[in-house]
């Protein structure tokens, strides 16, 4: 469930600052199948990935860590 909200998280963003995928993947040094396997919520990322993805698109990483829902659901 946590790869799952990072990976719509990530790909939303990327999609929001006009990247396509292998553009994105290869600005982050990584494969289109890797990145689209993290964007689908296959893969869980790495800190040092989602470090590099809010580099990237110049956002911060508290804008791009999934969003708890209220309520105490997840």
Do not use: H
Request: proline content about 3%; cysteine-free; hydrophobic content about 35%.
């Amino acid at each position: 469930m946590e790869a799952e909200k990072w990976g719509r998280r990530i790909r939303a963003f990327r999609k929001l600052k006009g990247y396509t995928q292998e553009s994105f993947a290869k600005g982050l040094g990584v494969s289109i199948s890797v990145l689209g396997e993290i964007e689908r919520g296959n893969r869980v990322p790495t800190e040092s990935f989602i470090m590099d993805v809010a580099k990237t698109l110049n956002v911060s990483v508290e804008e791009l860590m999934p969003v708890e829902k209220k309520g105490g659901q997840k």
